[in-house]
């Protein structure tokens, strides 16, 4: 995605390197040993309609730039533009693009294939959105194939018209069903691109984590997948839409329009479908107190519903897992919403009396089990310890193996990040170390640290995508969780295995949800709105 | 602007490092060496008023994110995406932010001040939208403090409303006021991130050497830069748009928004002023014949009128300059217009062929100058030698020597790069040269061959910078231009000085105007309309 201080010419030549795929040839680029395929198209969708096979085509197709991005319902800067750096890019519904990052074009490298699914819930994002997402690094370390890719999302991926009429009948799932065709494309054709058809493993944070969750339970997904990473993408309790409020929004939404032939919502402009969609939504919100959103619809046809909420799929319960989440996520001091300068230089008296204020009477408990959970942590960083996600990765490993699935691995990312003195890990902070570009990001980059820690992460990825399990020489031994173990590998400065290490401090947190709202509500330093980032 | 490798933690604490500026404190980052400053504003404006000095804060505004850019009236997939990679941003308008990149944050260092005005005509652009212009290798190369900086474009930054009433007199020249408030700002506070506001440099690309040479003749600017250059930014025969025209193209999209009191303008959400301003100029374009566009208008007192069709400005003419541009430009085989395949493997007979399809009856005299001025180039690429701007640049240097002007240095940039076994250079090319980035862009980079080359060309322009000469012992001895010595300095794998090296091809290649037009015009990859990129 990004440039690189190169050190040799990157080649892409008329006849090199080219690609063979069932719709026609595809050149690339030779790049320090790795090969890239930006851009290639996986399926196409007239608005609405399900994702079709792409049109064969003549001669040679460039991929060498990124395809276009879904459009986003909203896109201020982000609060987070720091720290989590993004790349914006031109948007459009023809948005049915992925891109590969590949050590081999032999078909008989059989290397194991990562797919990435972007995160920004199921509104916004797209594969080359943050820097982080870059599959160089992670292709070369591991010799795996790296895939991302696009798909449409928000009031054109998940817009209920199921009532509108029999070729309607799946839009409430669209974005999933564009996933699952990226996944076919992936099995029909990456052994071109020196991938093994048979070891995907699908991986995806924050809202792609809930995707990688969707997929689980995705009839026409099975098959298509060998192994699941969810990152920072689940909440507890879990959340399921049934058809009759989706198709309470799909019919707001049409009101909103004022369309009285339902062609016409087809064709109208994007940013009037995605005014109608925001404005609708936020109506059918304020006035039956449903949670309305984008999302995958549990019609029980296409998608079965929640793993959080149902016992998990008899199909893919033989897919192993790798579950965790980062420990602040969203409990940040951004825009100095606790107090000005770095955390770590706030007087004790001043850090108590915050813990005290946000923690209210649970907050004796609240330190107590901190200093238990983490001994030679800071006491402010009571005040930036997740609850709900830490809660809902550990409860969902454990789920698995109640009901003798696969395992599932469990861990939590803890590494405190240089920025403003001291930054505990935000959502998204993982990635740069899951994907070997720590040295490549400002505020995740600490010398003497990252090296080993992303070689130790970036390993347990890769080890899983080869074998189904995480373990390396380079780590502890790591057992996959179950309720009795509480096993969590904690990746830090020092990785190591903990066991029911912060179980009291996740009862003494009093739960947040999903921690976006009022005042903690983060701006950007322009004013920009915040992000819809999960 | 973008990742590198890091080998140090980049630090920004809540105290380091800081800067006051007239307005507040603000905090960047110190980064391998050098200091950043990112989304600095220098400037606030209503639409449609003049630029105000920012109003003063408390405390330390961070300067770690990139500011809003302009809005763009239409902003695709560029047909250039690879080999001049765009990043793309959150557009607003209050865009008046600039960016610092220093070695210093002491006030006595008084190091020369490198000021970037980004291209893509008046319409398009932003002060981070091409890869090559991050000023972080440059500042280090030189020990130079560089700034690039966001402005008003098209139709907010242009759209004369002058026969509205007195408030909007200078609303036909708004972008370069906010070009002239950048300098100011630089002028009073640039003394503290190290720079000397008595040796500020401005430069500009495409539609940035465009507005370096409006600057030129804009006496509010007068005093605020010392030193000028012009990358691939004037067109033969020179361009000057009257009020009559751009007061009718006001009335225009005036008639075409359908408003009744000319306040509603003011408010009136971007994308329906910039439709209604698409709509109007394209229609007042075929109704009138005029070229309707973007871009300064001669009020003969904010504005003085362009240099190439008048005098130059006494006030001016104490400005060094150097002012040149690349062998290709637009000239290229996007989209494979001219045929499939390396242009350095077609047939000999294919080539001809080609030369005397697009040449016709000056085939044989553009093949003849060729040999002679480029004994060494392949007779292919007469198809890839641009006239237009050549010529421009050529006779602006010698223009400025006729009228005693400070010496003005012209140069040709001519190094085949590697994309497609042998492309031209583009329009931007050098670029990634001058800002000594050439091992980070893809498409640019020739081991044993960049190195030397950006060492060259960016020691040329900090040598102007720093003394007002580009001579330094890196380069042949080079000669300020006239049209008696011809000189000119072509950057290339072994550059040279030239004298009237490509006179009589200039004269043999029919001129084709700006040469974006007819079927030639180059469109992306993904069907996306071609950028207004000069």
Known sequence: MYPRKLTRSVISNPDYPVVETRAGKVRGLWEEGTFLFRGVQYAQAKRF???????????????????????????????????VPHYHYIQDEECHYLNIWTQHIESDAKRPVMVWIHGGGFATGSSIELYAYDGHELSAFGDVVV???????????????????????YTANLGTADLVAALQWIHDNIAGFGGDPDNVTIMGQ??????????????????????????????????????????????AVVAELGITDIKEIETIPYYKLARAAQKASAELSATTGMRVGWGPVRDDEFYLGSG?????????????????SVLG??????????????KNDWPEEQVEALIRKIYGDAADAVMAAQKKA?????????????????VAHRDFCNKRAAEGCAPAWNWLFNLECPLNSGTIPWHNAEEAYMFHNANYLEASYIPGVSEQLQDQMTGAWVAFAYTGDPNHPGLPVWPAANAENGACMIFDAETRLECHHDDELMEAIPPKGMNFGGARRPTSTFGGGPRQSI
Not at 151 to 169: F, M, V, W
Not at 308 to 324: A, D, R, S, W
Request: aromatic residues 10%; proline residues 7%; negative net charge.
């Open 206 to 251: 924050s809202g792609g984590g809930g995707k990688v969750h969707a997929l689980l339970h995705t009839p026409s997904a099975f098959g298509l997948f060998h192994k699941a990473v969810i990152q920072s993408g689940l909440s507890t309790g879990g959340r399921e839409t049934r058809p009759e409020q989706s198709q309470a929004l799909g019919a």
């Open 374 to 390: 983490y001994p030679k942590a800071k006491l402010v960083d009571c005040l930036f310890t997740n609850q709900g996600m830490r």
């Open 49 to 83: 309609q399900m994702p079709q096979p792409v049109e064969p085509w003549e001669g040679t197709r460039e991929a060498i730039i990124y395809g276009p991005v879904c459009p986003e319902i909203h896109t201020p800067i982000a609060h987070d533009q720091y720290n």
């Open 147 to 169: 895939v991302s890719l696009n798909h449409r999302l928000n009031c054109i991926g998940y817009l209920d018209l199921s009532a509108y009429g029999e070729e309607y009948k």
């Open 329 to 342: 996520e969203f409990d940040q001091n951004y825009n100095n919403v606790y107090a000005e300068g770095s």
């Open 308 to 324: 959080m909420l149902n016992p998990f799929c008899e199909q893919t319960k033989n897919i192993p897992m790798l579950v965790g």
